[in-house]
């Protein structure tokens, strides 16, 4: 079955830096499009980033300029470089893909932002 498990997650101070890690199984990763979405307490899940199998990546614009996302297909893994933080950056961060129009979500790691 289709699994995705996300890690990196933790607490760091605003301006810091973190790295999250989501890797999948139980697809062809390299034919897919990967999304890292998040979610603050009380809050939507919103998208923050998507990385296509080809092609451009798009951001949200809350997060451009300060996250990349990018993808190993070899290792069948995205990541979600998360530079400048700001405690509004807090929220539960998931990957995310739909292959054969069906959502698959992972468990989720959290990050916080404080001082």
């Known amino acids: 079955q289709v699994q995705l498990v996300e890690s990196g997650g933790g607490l760091v101070q605003p301006g810091g830096s973190l790295n999250l890690s989501c890797a999948v199984s139980?697809?062809?990763?390299?034919?897919?499009?990967m999304d890292w979405y998040r979610q603050a307490p009380g809050n939507q899940r919103e998208l923050v980033a998507r990385?296509?199998?080809?092609?451009?990546?798009t951001y949200a614009d809350s997060v451009k300029g300060r996250f990349t996302i990018s993808r190993d297909n070899a290792k069948s893994t995205v990541y979600l470089r998360l530079n400048s933080l700001k405690p509004q950056d807090t929220a539960v961060y998931y990957c995310?893909?739909?292959?054969?129009?069906?959502?698959?979500w992972g468990q989720g790691t959290e990050v916080t932002v404080s001082s």
């Open positions: 990385i296509p199998a080809g092609g451009v990546t």
């Open positions: 139980g697809i062809i990763f390299s034919y897919y499009a």
């Open positions: 995310h893909v739909r292959p054969s129009s069906r959502d698959y």
